[in-house]
């Protein structure tokens, strides 16, 4: 075992206490490709903000554990002493696979019980939080299901996540940030009612009443990509078929950032984003075959994506703090 901050690593205390006092959003971006890892960490260079590069276990076979770790790393040494990088993991779904990441060197990570009965869902999550606070390693929990991926069965409403019950799990668990369900939703289609439709606007009152009974509580937003249709185009218009592709509008993110949202999850942005750029590329020029080259393509265009969401959406830029190289 050996600590994260040994890797460069910070956890996230303080980047969430700056965030909630400044009134902005840290980027929680997801990654499963280098250049994906390379885009995140040049456009928060870029643009001077803090990070998340967060991580969802993928099987062995895909992205072995110790090549997500050099990948990681090298972004480490990339931002050294110019942004502050977090190495979290997303949706962990057991005490041992939370232990696991922990030892082997994250900064943060996420225990989700939220498909759980309540009261396990407080057990796990109060379980992984002794393990990962005797270790300086700061846990985000879930309370209520995000739609897309945890709500598979009855309306979106009935997983909206119940403020009455906040105070008691924050409580009982220790938690350092919670993911609440608002009517965010994972995946590319955040419009679950009928096609054509505006997806429906996010419950800020939930917000606002889990910022009344605890207003210091870092609060994050899973399944918030905006879902830009110029992407989704180039995607469609090289051989794709992507269809009912929707997103959740800058305007609810920001608002939802104004009350007490201090982290935003963005995923899939960043996966329609790069395979269009992809698709474009290789139309555009059918005779390349050297991946360094149409990959280069996604990278740019993912440099200005994160950039964007930087400056325009979540308020992060020129918000980083001074980390030691």
Same mark, same amino acid.
Request: proline fraction near 6%; charged fraction near 20%.
């Given at each position: 075992?050996?600590?994260?901050?040994?890797?460069?690593?910070?956890?996230?205390?303080?980047?969430y206490e700056r965030?909630?006092?400044?009134?902005?959003?840290?980027?929680?971006?997801?990654?499963?490709?280098?250049?994906?890892?390379?885009?995140?960490?040049?456009?928060?260079?870029?643009?001077?903000?803090?990070?998340?590069?967060?991580?969802?276990?993928?099987?062995?076979?895909?992205?072995?554990?110790?090549?997500?770790?050099?990948?990681?790393?090298?972004?480490?040494?990339?931002?050294?002493?110019?942004?502050?990088?977090?190495?979290?993991?997303?949706?962990?779904?057991?005490?041992?696979?939370?232990?696991?990441?922990?030892?082997?060197?994250?900064?943060?990570?996420?225990?989700?019980?939220?498909?759980?009965?309540?009261?396990?869902?407080?057990?796990?999550?109060?379980?992984?939080?002794?393990?990962?606070?005797?270790?300086?390693?700061?846990?985000?929990?879930?309370?209520?299901?995000?739609?897309?991926?945890?709500?598979?069965?009855?309306?979106?409403?009935?997983?909206?996540?119940?403020?009455?019950?906040?105070?008691?799990?924050?409580?009982?668990?220790?938690?350092?940030?919670?993911?609440?369900?608002?009517?965010?939703?994972?995946?590319?289609?955040?419009?679950? /009612?009928? +096609? !054509?439709?505006?997806? @429906?606007?996010?419950? =800020? #009152?939930?917000?606002?009443? *889990?910022?009344?009974? $605890?207003?210091?509580?870092?609060?994050?937003?899973?399944?918030?990509?905006?879902?830009?249709?110029?992407h989704v185009r180039?995607?469609?218009?090289?051989?794709?078929?992507?269809?009912?592709?929707?997103?959740?509008?800058?305007?609810?993110?920001?608002?939802?950032?104004?009350?007490?949202?201090?982290?935003?999850?963005?995923?899939?942005?960043?996966?329609?984003?790069?395979?269009?750029?992809?698709?474009?590329?290789?139309? /555009?020029? +059918? !005779?390349?075959?050297? @991946?360094?080259?149409? =990959? #280069?393509?996604?990278?740019? *265009?993912?440099?200005? $994506?994160?950039?964007?969401?930087?400056?325009?959406?979540?308020?992060?830029?020129?918000?980083?703090?001074?980390?030691?190289?």
């Amino acid at each position: 075992m050996r600590s994260y901050e040994a890797y460069g690593f910070v956890n996230t205390k303080a980047m969430y206490e700056r965030a909630l006092a400044g009134h902005y959003a840290v980027p929680g971006y997801n990654f499963n490709t280098l250049e994906q890892v390379q885009a995140i960490v040049q456009a928060c260079i870029d643009t001077c903000s803090p990070v998340l590069l967060q991580y969802f276990v993928l099987p062995e076979e895909q992205l072995h554990p110790a090549l997500v770790l050099g990948l990681v790393r090298g972004a480490a040494e990339m931002a050294a002493g110019r942004i502050d990088v977090a190495f979290h993991l997303d949706h962990g779904s057991s005490f041992e696979q939370c232990k696991a990441c922990i030892d082997g060197g994250y900064s943060s990570v996420m225990i989700d019980g939220s498909q759980l009965p309540h009261a396990d869902n407080v057990a796990m999550t109060r379980e992984v939080v002794s393990y990962a606070h005797d270790r300086g390693v700061t846990v985000e929990g879930e309370l209520g299901g995000i739609a897309g991926r945890e709500t598979a069965d009855g309306p979106m409403e009935e997983h909206y996540t119940k403020p009455d019950e906040v105070e008691d799990f924050v409580a009982a668990t220790g938690v350092d940030s919670l993911a609440v369900s608002v009517g965010t939703v994972h995946g590319a289609s955040k419009n679950l /009612a009928k +096609p !054509g439709q505006t997806p @429906p606007p996010l419950r =800020l #009152d939930i917000l606002e009443e *889990v910022k009344r009974r $605890l207003p210091g509580l870092p609060v994050v937003l899973h399944g918030a990509s905006a879902i830009p249709q110029e992407h989704v185009r180039a995607v469609n218009a090289h051989g794709g078929s992507l269809t009912r592709a929707v997103g959740i509008p800058d305007d609810q993110i920001r608002a939802a950032i104004a009350i007490n949202v201090c982290k935003v999850n963005i995923h899939s942005d960043t996966q329609i984003a790069m395979t269009g750029a992809v698709r474009t590329h290789l139309v /555009a020029c +059918p !005779g390349d075959f050297d @991946p360094r080259t149409y =990959l #280069d393509s996604a990278r740019k *265009v993912l440099v200005a $994506l994160y950039s964007d969401k930087n400056r325009r959406v979540l308020g992060s830029a020129g918000k980083a703090s001074t980390v030691p190289p």
